[in-house]
Structure formats: C-alpha cells, structure tokens
C-alpha cells in the first residue's frame, strides 16, 4: 500500500484472474478458454493481414464488426456496442447505468468481477441468494432496485435460467436497466438477445472470448436498445475512443461470418462436457447441470482443495474458489476429449477414489 495511493484504491480488492503458468506440459482447465483453435477464416484474416495499416488508428466506430454483428443478431447497428472484451464492456455498463441512490441487484455466487465493479465506481449493491443446488430464482429480484445484473448460464455455477424467466423478470422491473451477461451462452442456454426488441431496459453483453476462441483478441460486444447503446458510447468516448485494433476488428468479423465451424466446435464441447459429467460420476462427482463450456462439480467424500493440488501435481490446473458456500466445488473447463480423458484417468489414479456403481 502506497501513500500516494487514492482512498478508493486503498479500499479496492481487485478481481484475481485465472492462473496463466509459464511452463510447459501443463494441462490448462482453469481459466474457460476454448480448447479449440479460432476459425480458420479468422486465422486467415490474422496471418494475411497488411501490417502497414497498422501506422493508422482502428476505426474508432468499429463499423465493419457491428455490421456483422448487426447482420447476425438480426438487429440495427445503433443496437450494437463493441468493447474490449466483455470485461470492459462490462466496466463501461457499470459506470452508465448503476451509479444511482438504490442498490444493485446481483446474484450471491456469480462472476466476481461485479462485486469490484461496485467498489471501483462506489455502487452499493446486494446480492440475493440462491437457491437449492445453486439455481437462480428471478422471481426474488422484486425488490426497489438501481439495476440488476446476472450472469446466464451462471458463473461460476453453471446453470442457466429459461427465457421464459428472464421474460417475466423485464415485465415486472420496468425502471431500471437489467443486463444479462451471457458469456456462456452458446453452449447449450438460451439467449435473451431477441427480447431487447420488445424491452428498452434489458441489455445482453457477449464475448469472442469462449465460443469463438478469441480471448487472446480481447473482443466483447453488448446489444440493447439504442438509449443504451448511445450511453455505453458516451461512457466509452470518455475512457478510449479506439478499443479494439485492427487485428481484433477483422479477425471478429470472420469468426462471426463461419458459422459452420463456430456450430461444430461448440457441439464438440457440449459433447465432450456430456461424456466427463458421466465419467466423472463413476468417481464419485457430482456435477450441477451445466449449461457452460466448464463443469462446476464437487466430489461426494473429497474436499475440493485437496482434489486440486492432488491434479496440480499432475500438471493438470482447475479453478477452486475459497470463498465459503462455494468452497467444496472444482471450476473445472471442458478441453478436447484427449485433455478430459486426462483429467479423468489422472483422478481415478488418486489413491481415495473408488469407482461407484451409477447404474
């Protein structure tokens, strides 16, 4: 702590990323990546890309991104905004819509960003509860609010709310802004983007970061009603007119243009996430229903911290969160067949396991 350090600062615990190792021979479930490469038209666009652009600013618009955006979602480009990734999309939307006299709505357990984006802009907040097995009961979010936000499917939890919820959460709360941060989205739940054209409240954030295997681009997006937009730009314009470069801008456009390999990769991870929680089951798991590219599971017998330095040791990194409630379950991402078959063998190799009949 430094004396020149402002009081907010001083007060301020930031968000703690997933471990990044630096040696080699690591097998890396812990952070959400996709264990599949980016599109092939996308990798195209990046290794033939005319570097003698790059003495020029990005198009500080983003234009050619939102149209494929747009073009996709089947909405206006003013109902479009472009971000680096959803992080920052998210930072902008807390500052536009949430510093307000009432208190933020949020999950108990969910994506630990928004708690730090509550201390960063001074937002005071509350987090309701979740209920059995961790599920996520809008019906609870009834009270006087200055906004509400949810991760859908939920992290770290992984499940995911119907439509059909989120629906009837809009028809009741019509005085403040509510965000779905959909990050997971495309891996089996369903999204809220077609109901921002029916409520000018509601605003659904994305990401290229985990089906479109662009996280090292740093490429997020949000869609909603045009006075939103228009208050996410202002936010923007006042922080960094230019936050995606070249590279960023067209390697998204393609990724979005192939819809045939974003299909198949992403019913490869559904897939591949289907065969582990069975697997997983036989060794005394038991997994939440997932909706995620990531199992949120924890073991009948075992304690989590302990089934984490025991894969550690392995070369195999998982995501354990200590913070009470949550703190007997493993974060664990979905790879390829080949790295969950690893994680597998590896836990039935731990000396306490025992296979259980599930039949």
Same mark, same amino acid.
């Given at each position: 702590m430094s004396k020149y350090w402002s009081d907010a600062i001083q007060r301020l615990t930031? #968000?703690?990323?997933?471990?990044?190792?630096?040696?080699?021979? @690591?097998?890396?479930? /812990?952070? /959400?990546?996709?264990? #599949?490469?980016?599109?092939?038209? %996308? %990798? %195209?666009? @990046?290794?033939?890309?005319?570097?003698?652009?790059?003495?020029l600013y990005s198009d500080p618009d983003c234009s050619k991104l939102k149209d494929a955006l747009a073009g996709h979602f089947k909405v206006g480009r003013e109902n479009v905004f472009v971000g680096n990734g959803s992080d920052e999309v998210l930072a902008h939307t807390f500052a536009a819509f949430f510093r307000n006299d009432l208190p933020l709505l949020m999950p108990e357990f969910t994506y630990s960003f928004y708690p730090v984006y509550c201390d960063l802009f001074d937002i005071q907040s509350k987090q309701v509860a979740l209920g059995e097995e961790f599920a996520l009961n809008l019906e609870d979010y009834s009270e006087s609010n200055g906004g509400i936000i949810f991760a859908n499917p939920n992290a770290p939890t992984s499940r995911a709310v119907v439509l059909g919820d989120i629906e009837a959460l809009l028809q009741r709360n019509t005085e403040s802004v509510v965000v779905v941060d959909e990050a997971y989205v495309d891996f089996g739940a369903e999204s809220a983007v077609d109901?921002?054209?029916? #409520?000018? /409240?509601?605003l659904v954030i994305q990401t290229f970061s985990k089906s479109r295997s662009l996280a090292g681009m740093r490429v997020g997006y949000a869609i909603g009603h045009e006075d939103l937009i228009t208050g996410l730009e202002m936010v923007k314009n006042s922080f960094n007119s230019y936050p995606l470069d070249m590279l960023a801008i067209e390697s998204a456009v393609a990724a979005v243009e192939d819809i045939e390999y974003f299909n198949e990769t992403t019913q490869q991870i559904i897939d591949t996430r289907e065969w582990t929680v069975e697997r997983m089951a036989e060794l005394g798991f038991i997994s939440l229903p997932s909706k995620t590219n990531f199992l949120f599971s924890r073991h009948r017998f075992l304690e989590a911290a302990e089934l984490m330095g025991y894969l550690r040791s392995k070369k195999i990194l998982v995501r354990y969160f200590s913070k009470p409630g949550i703190d007997n379950y493993l974060r664990i991402t979905i790879g390829t067949p080949e790295e969950m078959k690893l994680l597998v063998d590896t836990l039935e190799g731990h000396p306490d396991i025992f296979k259980m009949d599930v039949s």
């Open positions: 930031p #968000y703690v990323p997933g471990e990044q190792p630096k040696e080699s021979g @690591i097998t890396k479930l /812990n952070t /959400n990546e996709n264990p #599949y490469p980016p599109s092939p038209k %996308a %990798a %195209a666009v @990046i290794t033939e890309f005319d570097t003698d652009r790059l003495r109901l921002t054209h029916k #409520y000018p /409240n509601l």
